[in-house]
């Protein structure tokens, strides 16, 4: 096998090929879209041949192997050749496991992901633990193992890239939880996303760990089926268990492979019943790598989210502002709208990925005063709460959004944006809306005062 082609020129992509060409392979980059002129320069720099706007199929169907960008669709015509003709097609974070002799702490999940995956990896550096940080947060793994290895690998893995694993195998693996996404990519099907995210564990042994969340459904319902080959740790906000972690009144309570630690609540610097799941999750992988109860502690109240995660931008006139652009599912918005006791003003919508939305009802109906619809089709997010909120309006410009936000804001209320739905059909990515409402957000002024 010589001749690799790598497909999407992103960050993962142009990772695997930098690693690739290191490796001694052939390596071709091809991008149906336009790719950026930094990563152009960084490819013309290592002489590795690329093309942008169009996939050759002769290039393309040349290969040995294609990496291919998680985001881009097997159903895509070119993949789909590429698999007929029985051309092997992996992820970026396959490719570079290959490379890699660190253990693998690997974390996925519908919600929570990534907020566990950094404060994980924040507990272990802090630790003084030689650690890197990858997958689908920060920068390409295959990227990193260009300048040196660490002895722990912390990896965010999407399903998308967790269905290209064929080799990966972690020593720790995490899943936080399964609620109802990306179904358009899975068939609208929840069996073959759940199948998806259980594909984590397959190559796992008896001598590795796998944390799951007792409370979690669908998490309970795949377990029924599938064989995890790891040993099976518990993570429960409700009852103590005997390996994992659990919550009690005032402490987090961790114990697995034979340590253990107790970690006061007070020492958590993120909030929210979702948090707590979180820091369960991310200290009990800490403590199995060698964290102590102190370390942890300490790493605990140093600890600051990654941005469009609840973040509060600003308060104006009493109003605070709360960033949760990341909320691109009903889930994870579920989890906004609880996490607040002040009246609410939403802000929601977008790409609609076959979300349920009655199951926000109970909160929309305890919470929200005011819901505005910000997207290009907002008719069933209207539909779906016509009867429970009596003020609902529409718009496609944030800043009218915002600027709505603060008239019918009053003291002591909250502007959420929490979308649940995907971005792309106003902005470039959930990171591109979380920036603009940040920037509409910072650019209010006072209401004068009569």
Same mark, same amino acid.
């Given at each position: 096998?010589?001749?690799?082609?790598?497909?999407?020129?992103?960050?993962?992509?142009?990772?695997?090929?930098?690693?690739?060409?290191?490796?001694? #392979?052939?390596?071709?980059?091809?991008?149906?879209?336009?790719?950026?002129?930094?990563?152009?320069?960084?490819?013309?720099?290592?002489?590795?041949? #690329?093309?942008?706007?169009? &996939?050759?199929?002769?290039?393309? =169907?040349?290969?040995?192997?294609?990496?291919?960008?998680?985001?881009?669709?097997?159903?895509?015509?070119?993949?789909?050749?590429?698999?007929?003709?029985?051309? +092997?097609?992996?992820?970026?974070?396959?490719?570079?496991?290959?490379?890699?002799?660190?253990?693998?702490?690997?974390?996925?999940?519908?919600?929570?992901?990534?907020?566990?995956?950094?404060?994980?990896? &924040?507990?272990?550096?802090?630790?003084? %633990?030689?650690?890197?940080?990858?997958?689908?947060?920060?920068?390409?793994?295959?990227?990193?193992?260009?300048?040196?290895?660490?002895?722990?690998?912390?990896?965010?893995?999407?399903?998308?890239?967790?269905?290209?694993?064929?080799?990966?195998?972690?020593?720790?693996?995490?899943?936080?939880?399964?609620?109802?996404?990306?179904?358009?990519?899975?068939?609208?099907?929840?069996?073959?996303?759940?199948?998806?995210?259980?594909?984590?564990?397959?190559?796992?042994?008896?001598?590795?760990?796998?944390?799951?969340?007792?409370?979690?459904?669908?998490?309970?319902?795949?377990?029924?089926?599938?064989?995890?080959?790891?040993?099976?740790?518990?993570?429960? %906000?409700?009852?103590?268990?005997?390996?994992?972690?659990?919550?009690?009144?005032?402490?987090?309570?961790?114990?697995?492979?034979?340590?253990?630690?107790?970690?006061?609540?007070?020492?958590?610097?993120?909030?929210?019943? &979702?948090?707590?799941?979180?820091? =369960?999750?991310?200290?009990?992988?800490?403590?199995?790598?060698?964290?102590?109860?102190?370390?942890?502690?300490?790493? #605990?109240?140093?600890?600051?989210?990654?941005? &469009?995660?609840?973040?509060?931008?600003?308060?104006?006139?009493?109003?605070?502002?709360? @960033?949760?652009?990341?909320?691109?599912?009903?889930?994870?918005?579920?989890?906004? %709208?609880?996490?607040?006791?002040?009246?609410?003003?939403?802000?929601?919508?977008?790409?609609?990925?076959?979300?349920?939305?009655?199951?926000?009802? +109970?909160?929309? @109906?305890?919470?929200?005063?005011?819901?505005?619809?910000?997207?290009?089709? @907002?008719?069933?997010?209207?539909?779906?709460?016509?009867?429970?909120?009596?003020?609902?309006?529409?718009?496609?410009?944030?800043?009218?959004?915002?600027?709505?936000?603060?008239?019918?804001?009053?003291?002591?209320?909250?502007?959420?944006?929490?979308?649940?739905?995907?971005?792309?059909?106003?902005?470039?990515?959930?990171?591109?809306?979380? @920036?603009?409402?940040?920037?509409?957000?910072?650019?209010?002024?006072?209401?004068?005062?009569?």
């Amino acid at each position: 096998m010589n001749r690799i082609v790598v497909l999407g020129a992103g960050e993962s992509g142009v990772g695997a090929a930098m690693l690739a060409k290191q490796n001694g #392979y052939v390596v071709f980059v091809s991008d149906a879209g336009q790719i950026s002129p930094a990563r152009k320069e960084e490819m013309e720099r290592l002489e590795i041949p #690329y093309e942008e706007g169009k &996939h050759s199929e002769v290039k393309v =169907l040349s290969a040995d192997l294609i990496i291919k960008s998680p985001g881009i669709s097997p159903k895509t015509e070119i993949v789909a050749r590429a698999l007929i003709i029985g051309i +092997p097609i992996i992820d970026e974070l396959e490719f570079a496991f290959g490379y890699s002799k660190g253990k693998v702490i690997a974390i996925t999940g519908t919600n929570g992901k990534t907020t566990t995956t950094l404060l994980t990896y &924040h507990l272990m550096k802090e630790a003084g %633990l030689d650690v890197g940080l990858a997958g689908n947060v920060g920068k390409s793994w295959a990227g990193q193992l260009l300048e040196g290895d660490h002895d722990y690998w912390v990896i965010e893995c999407s399903s998308f890239q967790i269905d290209g694993f064929q080799t990966f195998k972690p020593s720790i693996a995490i899943l936080t939880n399964i609620t109802p996404d990306h179904l358009d990519r899975y068939d609208y099907q929840i069996d073959k996303y759940m199948d998806s995210k259980f594909g984590i564990f397959k190559n796992m042994t008896s001598a590795d760990q796998a944390i799951f969340f007792a409370e979690d459904y669908l998490t309970l319902e795949g377990l029924k089926t599938k064989t995890i080959p790891a040993t099976q740790n518990w993570i429960s %906000l409700e009852q103590a268990q005997q390996s994992g972690g659990y919550l009690t009144r005032l402490t987090l309570e961790m114990k697995i492979a034979g340590k253990s630690a107790q970690i006061p609540m007070d020492s958590l610097s993120i909030k929210g019943k &979702h948090n707590v799941l979180n820091a =369960l999750c991310a200290g009990t992988a800490a403590l199995c790598a060698g964290v102590t109860e102190s370390q942890m502690i300490a790493g #605990y109240q140093t600890f600051k989210n990654a941005p &469009h995660r609840m973040e509060e931008v600003r308060e104006v006139d009493g109003v605070k502002f709360i @960033n949760d652009s990341k909320g691109t599912n009903v889930e994870a918005t579920a989890y906004a %709208l609880a996490s607040y006791e002040n009246p609410l003003i939403w802000i929601a919508g977008g790409v609609d990925k076959g979300n349920e939305y009655s199951v926000l009802k +109970p909160l929309v @109906n305890e919470k929200v005063k005011s819901l505005i619809c910000l997207g290009k089709d @907002n008719d069933k997010l209207k539909t779906a709460f016509a009867g429970d909120i009596a003020d609902i309006r529409e718009t496609q410009d944030i800043r009218e959004a915002v600027s709505w936000g603060q008239e019918l804001g009053k003291p002591g209320d909250i502007v959420l944006l929490s979308p649940a739905c995907a971005s792309f059909d106003l902005f470039k990515n959930y990171e591109d809306r979380g @920036n603009q409402f940040r920037a509409a957000v910072e650019n209010l002024k006072p209401k004068a005062i009569s």
